[in-house]
């Protein structure tokens, strides 16, 4: 079982490198970044992470990720990093491609792409999203990026996204790419998973689920021609504790993805230090 932590924002002094740092000294596997650019005032969508649905005012403070995640490269050498999540239709895939690839090339191939849509349609209006088919435009996104990372001249006519042909020499380290990363848990979400992706990560996941949702990718991955192995479980935000941990993996999972409590100052150091050490057994210190 690899463990990562994600820190929710940085209201706090804590710069960003330090905290990677001190993930990767403390022998966690990966270090994530959520994403939300901005914060509707008058967003009138009830919250999903709250029993009251109001949106709490730490999604305001999150950096942006892959600056972010770029100071964590440039002071760390072997946790992986990774988006949790990166809201892709509100993103020119053509930049993002490019900043993906940037990215996985400073870091050596540390990248891993975790992908969402957005849950907050105020948001996404601010970018032009099509909420109602948001993974429709999703889809074409990543098949673009797809195109870019692996050939040097492309093209695309889709209903979202058009480019005449186009030069794009800077690749991923890794081949044919980064690990793209999906969420959700309808079996229309392992059928994207399976054509597009490399992982799942639910969101709380119980063992039930994990153990449910490894047998239908196993299953929609042998049928159309992949590796189960090569899709890969993360729970994201499970219980802090051995057991739970344990669990997961004994359901399947591969990777458990920690949610560090707001805000994350100087304070949250003290705080990650006695989780490594109630998971030590999880960990690869150095």
Known sequence: MKLGVVPVNFAGSLNVADLAK???DLGFESFWLPEHTVVPVNAKTAYPGSDQGGIPEFMAYM???????????????????????SLVPEHNPLVLAKRIASLDLISKGRFIFGVGTGWLPEEGDLFKVDFPRRWTQTREALEIMKMLWTQNQTHFDGDYYRFSP???FVHPVQQPHPPIVLGGSARYVFKR???LGDGWMPIRPTPEQIANGRGILNELAIANGRNPKEIVITAYDPPQCPEAIQELKDAGAERVILRLKP??????????????DRLSDFLNPR
């Open 22 to 24: 001190f993930v990767e």
């Open 193 to 195: 998973i399976v054509a």
């Open 263 to 276: 805000p994350s100052g100087p304070e949250i150091l003290g705080e990650l230090a006695k989780i490594a």
């Open 166 to 168: 186009i030069y794009s």
């Open 63 to 85: 950096v942006e990720p892959f600056v972010g995640l770029s100071m964590a490269a440039a002071v760390t050498n072997r946790v992986l990093l990774g988006t949790c999540v």
